[in-house]
């Protein structure tokens, strides 16, 4: 595996490329045109610059993350064929400049949900929570304003404050989308992208839905185990593959984590890993938690097995983080607790290898 960082460029990111090629063990991030909205084609000249950026700081674009769909592809409208047609551009534009996993999801309207971006946990960190109690009684788009509130002056992915005013007209257009409606759009798209994706030589990586359960009534497809393998028979190739999310997978407790990674990865279709924990207080009520295992409620020593055991080549990188030591930044993106996650659990992966050697020499 290949440890990395999100990195959302240095006009929306606090944390410094410098600042992330002193965390030890970290070889490269992954990156995003941030400012571009869903839908349009990325220039090739932005994809270089941004390179460029990254290797001059030392370090790797391991990919990117994400290239976001455009609602019209998931409602499946008459445009969703021209976004469609610019989404394959864009592959080709970044595998003009050598990239080669591609991140993204298929949630409907809202991106990850949570119902407060800086919960005080018991050391006086504080963190992203959720809370389905919260979820049943407030309108999204109220939400949608209190997150933009809440969120340190900084943009959040899925709820740029321009989306506002759509939000309604959104909802209103999914009043009649189903599951079943959803998965053809999804199949749909995959079948038009994913050839380019073999062509371009990109990893297309879905990212599950974040929580892995229906939010206002939307459908959501990423779910389970049942659902990846339904995904990723859609079609048929190893450039459709997945991210693991241990966080958002994992608020689900009949999701058994190690036990997807070893079943999608032994096929070789999880191309990019998400990991961190998460602590479920209920059904549905969860904190994002230190990395560390006694923390949370996912056992991270049998995640990273896991990835080790099915020999995981790709980029991993520490998901969120929580806000320690005073630090203020982009909720879940901070620098120092994702810092500390990523040296556990290089730390964990060193332990492994080094006892997997040990027991094999004896
Ligand atoms: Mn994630």
């Given at each position: 595996?290949?440890?990395?960082?999100?990195?959302?460029?240095?006009?929306?990111?606090?944390?410094?490329?410098?600042?992330?090629?002193?965390?030890?063990?970290?070889?490269?991030?992954?990156?995003?045109?941030?400012?571009?909205?869903?839908?349009?084609?990325?220039?090739?000249?932005?994809?270089?610059?941004?390179?460029?950026?990254?290797?001059?700081?030392?370090?790797?674009?391991?990919?990117?993350?994400?290239?976001?769909?455009?609602?019209?592809?998931?409602?499946?409208?008459?445009?969703?064929?021209?976004?469609?047609?610019?989404?394959?551009?864009?592959?080709?534009?970044?595998?003009?400049?050598?990239?080669?996993?591609?991140?993204?999801?298929?949630?409907?309207?809202?991106?990850?949900?949570r119902t407060d971006l800086a919960k005080i946990l018991e050391d006086g960190s504080n963190t992203l929570s959720y809370d389905e109690d919260v979820i049943r009684k407030i309108d999204p788009a109220k939400m949608f304003e209190e997150v933009n509130n809440n969120s340190n002056g900084y943009v959040l992915p899925g709820w740029e404050p321009e989306r506002l005013g759509e939000i309604k007209r959104l909802l209103e257009l999914y009043s009649d989308m189903t599951e079943e409606k959803l998965w053809k759009n999804l199949e749909n798209f995959l079948k038009e992208v994913i050839p380019v994706a073999e062509e371009c030589d990109i990893k297309m990586a879905i990212h599950p839905d974040d929580p892995p359960w229906s939010v206002f009534g939307l459908p959501r497809l990423i779910t389970s185990k049942e659902n990846l393998e339904r995904f990723i028979n859609l079609v048929d190739s190893p450039y459709n593959g997945l991210t693991i999310c241990t966080g958002s997978l994992g608020v689900d407790p009949n999701n058994n984590i190690p036990e997807i990674i070893r079943y999608f990865g032994s096929k070789g279709r999880i191309h990019f890993a998400h990991v961190r924990n998460v602590k479920i207080h209920e059904p549905r009520k969860f904190d994002e938690v230190a990395h560390k295992s006694e923390y949370g409620s996912l056992d991270m020593f049998e995640i990273m097995k896991a990835f080790y055991d099915v020999k995981f080549e790709g980029p991993i990188r520490p998901d969120h983080g929580r806000m320690i030591w005073d630090e203020e930044g982009r909720p879940g993106y901070g620098l120092y607790d994702r810092a500390l996650g990523a040296v556990y659990l290089n730390g964990l992966w060193e332990a492994i290898s080094k006892m997997d050697k040990l027991n094999n020499k004896n």
């Open positions: 595996m290949k440890m990395t960082f999100r990195w959302y460029g240095s006009k929306h990111d606090k944390v410094t490329l410098k600042q992330i090629r002193q965390i030890p063990g970290l070889i490269g991030v992954i990156s995003t045109l941030y400012d571009i909205p869903a839908g349009e084609v990325w220039p090739v000249e932005r994809i270089r610059a941004l390179k460029d950026e990254i290797e001059s700081a030392g370090l790797t674009l391991e990919g990117i993350e994400s290239v976001n769909v455009h609602e019209d592809i998931k409602l499946g409208t008459p445009e969703a064929e021209k976004y469609i047609e610019n989404y394959k551009q864009t592959l080709r534009n970044l595998a003009e400049c050598g990239v080669k996993l591609v991140c993204y999801n298929f949630m409907p309207v809202f991106d990850w949900t």
